[in-house]
């Protein structure tokens, strides 16, 4: 394959100019996704020869271990079968055992009694951080149709003012809360459900779940076996949506709608196994993360909604592909030479085209973008949805093509990589579809880059420092500057 050269001096213009085709040939239609990558810098041939990477790094082979529950995570030593959790009889995947579908069965009983309001409870506090909260958030976000018979709350970094507020203004007697954390034992969400604990006292017993891998922990905290809503620990956390983690979701857009969530996402598992290596929308999302990382060297990513349903999208990714693949050494624990993660970051579009798109468009750093939208409104005002595709496809021109002027201040340098991924309609079917296609996406790059992708060890020493200076800060009567130095002075000596 003619590999990309660093740097790529390919004008884009001239690209298009050349092809009248080239935005059909650059881009797949899988289902109900449109993934348009004629704005990056690659040949009609280079675009072509993208699937021969993947087949040359072994990735059918690598797939077929994943669904086969083959140790993909070496480090903790377990394998991982997100997909299993969404499977039509989950009890039937290899080498996860019984009980996958009572489990679901219990965690949907539990939300379709949420949603109908049958519980008397009006009010949801879900407390989590991470995979336990931005997952299930998105989804709750974007598929939130104002229907259920309960409001979700969200809680997830410690922030008193935030928890003061909303328990002035919730009843205890009429308020659940779902405690997600698959170790059981982070320590923000467990500061807040002790908060929560005491705030509903005797009602904790019937109105606190736990959603967990560590059932043990959470009824020796105090919830009730009862209402304890169990998943595997194979399960990772940025992969845990399709459990229990996803209970205060399922409530709020109904069991139904949370079926269809992980049909669409069953869908791309089937996908993503069977189709050639250019054929998914997670390969290419892959193929998509390898050229610009890899062959542009771009340490950046932008993923910008144009859909405000999306607008957690960016969140959700960051964990997903930073904690996944922020790697810096391989699976033979040696170093890695070359990129891995890049900084990925995100929001809402034309939020963000008065806020950082100047910098886009003419600052000194390149930044590749993946602008996100779907064909349909999802609400009544199509002319409010026609200003949104239209200021996507306007920052992709111009990002792309750049504009001259006699002025050189008001040049736009163009030939800046932007991705466009469209959906048809966004509904709960093809969200799950493009949140398993982007986790897939994550486990392609990862045995392209030879890398775990499913543990994190990287966030261990942080949350032990954190205790040893949490202990310190205790011992302190006051807390000045001066203390502070200090503090800071010893961190940086003592073991
Ligand atoms: O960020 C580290 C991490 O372990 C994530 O992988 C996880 O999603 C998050 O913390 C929360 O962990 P838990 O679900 O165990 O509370």
């Known amino acids: ?20 085709e080239r935005a059909r040939r650059l881009a797949l239609i899988d289902g109900d996704w449109l993934l348009d990558l004629s704005r990056l810098p690659l040949s009609s041939a280079q675009y072509a020869a993208l699937p021969a990477l993947a087949l040359e790094a072994g990735l059918p082979d690598a797939i077929a271990r994943l669904f086969a529950g083959a140790t993909v995570n070496p480090s903790e030593g377990r394998p991982a079968l997100h997909m299993a959790l969404r499977a ?11 009980g996958l579908a009572a489990d679901r069965d219990r965690f949907l009983a ?71 954390s698959k170790s059981f034992s982070t320590e923000e969400t467990l500061l807040q459900a002790a908060a929560l604990r005491d705030w509903l006292g005797v009602r904790f017993a019937d109105q606190c779940w736990a959603a967990t891998a560590m059932p043990e922990r959470a009824t020796a905290f105090g919830i009730s076996a009862s ?7 194979w399960t990772g956390g940025r992969f845990s949506l399709w459990s229990s983690v996803g209970v205060s979701a399922a409530a709020l857009i109904g069991r139904q709608a949370f079926d269809r969530l992980v049909a669409g996402a069953a ?40 859909d405000p349903r999306l607008a957690l999208l960016g969140d959700y990714l960051q964990q997903l592909l930073m904690e996944s693949l922020g790697k810096g050494v391989d699976l033979a624990d040696q170093h890695l030479a070359l990129a891995t993660s ?34 349909d409104a999802g609400h009544a005002r199509p002319d409010w949805h026609r200003v949104q595709l239209a200021h996507l496809l306007a920052q992709a021109t111009a990002l792309a093509r750049g504009r001259d002027d006699s002025q050189p201040c008001r040049r736009l340098p163009g030939n800046r990589p932007v991705a466009l991924l469209l959906a048809r309609r966004l509904d709960p079917v093809t969200l799950g579809y493009l949140l398993a296609s982007f986790e897939h996406a994550v486990f392609a790059l990862s045995v392209l880059w030879n890398i775990n992708p499913f543990d994190q060890w990287g966030v261990e020493e942080g949350k032990r420092l954190a205790g040893r200076y949490r202990r310190q800060l205790d011992e302190l009567d006051s807390l000045d500057f001066d203390h502070w130095l200090q503090l800071g002075q010893r961190g940086m000596t003592e073991g």
């Open 342 to 375: 890049p900084l990925l970051f995100g929001g809402r579009g034309t939020d963000l085209q008065h806020s950082i798109f100047q910098a886009l468009h003419q600052g000194t750093d390149t930044h590749p973008l993946l602008l996100v939208g779907s064909l």
């Open 1 to 20: 394959m003619p590999v990309l050269e660093k740097n790529n001096t390919l004008d884009l213009s001239k690209l298009f100019l050349e092809d009248g």
């Open 267 to 306: 869908e791309a598992d089937r996908v993503f196994s069977s189709a050639t290596m250019n054929q998914s929308l997670a390969m290419q999302l892959a193929l998509m993360i390898h050229v610009l990382r890899r062959h542009l060297d771009a340490p950046t990513l932008g993923v910008i909604a144009y």
């Open 110 to 180: 539990v939300a379709d009694n949420l949603h109908s309001g049958r519980t008397g409870l009006t009010d949801l506090i879900h407390v989590g951080i991470g995979g336990s909260d931005l997952g299930p958030r998105l989804v709750a976000d974007a598929l939130d149709d104002g229907s259920a018979g309960v409001r979700v709350h969200w809680l997830s970094t410690l922030d008193g003012r935030r928890l003061d507020r909303l328990l002035a203004r919730l009843d205890p007697a009429r308020t659940g809360v779902v405690v997600a």
């Open 88 to 98: 039509a009889d989950p009890d039937a995947w290899p080498g996860v055992g019984k």
């Open 227 to 233: 209402q304890v809503l169990p998943f595997p620990d």
